[in-house]
């Protein structure tokens, strides 16, 4: 039977770290006043002054949560052996849409949250996901 071994001396470090970084600008940039600060904080309950304080420990996560999401990406990409960019789009839907927007999706429905809440959060890491793979599949 064949094994599945991810070599992680042959990570390229700097593109993970590179990619966790973009991923989360991409996040200050999509729930920035330009795209979709207003109807997410609408659909939150959120005012200005609540954002004022606090979120240094959210952001904290957020970064790291992010370089374990580009790490992951890296072991894919790594262990298939992927080369082509197009192939950024397979694992954002299998990842991205499946996986992570699939759990979202159950978890809105018996939480009653606003779809709409969903598909802001949902499309987001998606997008993230797909961004994060092109770079660490061209900079192998």
Known sequence: MDQ????????NWLSVFVAA???F????FWY???????????????KEEDLKTGWGKAMIVTFITTLLTAFVL?????????????????????????LYA??????FMY????????????MYRFVMIL??????ILWQ
């Open 4 to 11: 599945c071994i991810i070599n992680f001396g042959g990570f």
């Open 21 to 23: 970084i973009i991923g």
């Open 25 to 28: 600008a991409l996040g200050a």
């Open 32 to 46: 920035s006043p330009l795209l979709f600060s207003k109807p997410w904080m609408d659909l939150q309950n959120l």
């Open 74 to 98: 890296e072991a894919v990409i790594a262990t298939w052996h992927l080369t082509f960019w197009g192939h950024a789009f397979p694992i954002s839907i299998m990842f991205g849409l499946f």
């Open 102 to 107: 699939g759990n979202q999706l159950s978890d």
């Open 111 to 122: 939480s009653r949250r606003p779809m709409k809440l969903f598909w802001i959060t949902s």
């Open 131 to 136: 961004i994060m793979s092109i770079i660490l």
